[in-house]
Protein backbone atom coordinates (compact mmCIF):
# COMPACT_ATOMS: atom_id res chain seq x y z
CA UNK A 1 0.00 0.00 0.00
CA UNK A 2 1.26 3.87 -0.90
CA UNK A 3 1.97 5.95 2.35
CA UNK A 4 4.47 8.71 3.19
CA UNK A 5 7.13 8.20 5.23
CA UNK A 6 8.73 11.66 6.45
CA UNK A 7 7.77 13.26 2.96
CA UNK A 8 8.92 10.55 0.85
CA UNK A 9 6.42 8.41 -0.84
CA UNK A 10 6.69 4.56 0.04
CA UNK A 11 5.05 1.44 -0.15
CA UNK A 12 4.90 -0.46 2.88
CA UNK A 13 2.05 -2.75 4.59
CA UNK A 14 1.98 -3.95 8.59
CA UNK A 15 1.86 -2.54 11.22
CA UNK A 16 4.69 0.43 12.32
CA UNK A 17 6.79 -2.40 14.33
CA UNK A 18 7.32 -3.82 10.71
CA UNK A 19 8.09 -0.79 8.77
CA UNK A 20 10.85 -0.06 11.67
CA UNK A 21 12.08 -3.22 11.26
CA UNK A 22 12.40 -3.23 7.58
CA UNK A 23 13.83 0.12 7.62
CA UNK A 24 16.09 -0.08 10.95
CA UNK A 25 16.34 -3.14 11.45
CA UNK A 26 14.85 -3.03 14.91
CA UNK A 27 11.28 -3.17 16.04
CA UNK A 28 11.55 -0.74 18.93
CA UNK A 29 14.88 1.21 18.01
CA UNK A 30 16.06 3.74 21.31
CA UNK A 31 15.47 7.31 20.68
CA UNK A 32 12.67 7.16 18.50
CA UNK A 33 9.09 8.89 18.34
CA UNK A 34 6.66 7.93 15.56
CA UNK A 35 3.57 9.80 14.44
CA UNK A 36 0.58 8.75 12.13
CA UNK A 37 -0.85 11.68 10.40
CA UNK A 38 0.19 14.12 13.13
CA UNK A 39 -0.66 12.17 16.15
CA UNK A 40 1.77 10.90 18.24
CA UNK A 41 1.69 6.99 18.99
CA UNK A 42 2.95 5.22 21.66
CA UNK A 43 5.95 2.96 21.70
CA UNK A 44 3.62 0.18 23.10
CA UNK A 45 1.45 0.66 20.42
CA UNK A 46 3.90 0.08 17.43
CA UNK A 47 3.48 -4.01 17.39
CA UNK A 48 -0.15 -3.01 17.15
CA UNK A 49 -0.63 -0.29 15.02
CA UNK A 50 -1.62 -1.21 11.78
CA UNK A 51 -0.96 1.31 9.27
CA UNK A 52 -3.65 1.81 5.70
CA UNK A 53 -3.38 3.30 2.66
CA UNK A 54 -2.73 7.26 2.75
CA UNK A 55 -1.30 7.41 6.40
CA UNK A 56 1.27 9.89 6.96
CA UNK A 57 3.86 9.29 8.68
CA UNK A 58 6.90 10.86 10.30
CA UNK A 59 9.63 8.85 12.44
CA UNK A 60 11.92 11.34 14.45
CA UNK A 61 15.56 10.93 15.91
CA UNK A 62 16.20 12.42 19.22
CA UNK A 63 19.50 14.11 18.74
CA UNK A 64 21.60 15.70 21.90
CA UNK A 65 23.50 18.74 21.52
CA UNK A 66 22.19 22.95 22.13
Known amino acids: MRLSVNGVP ?18 RPHGIA ?5 EVVRRDDW ?3 LLVEGDRVEVVTAVQGG
Open 34 to 38: VAVNG
Open 47 to 49: PRR
Open 10 to 27: AEHSGTIADLLTDRLADP
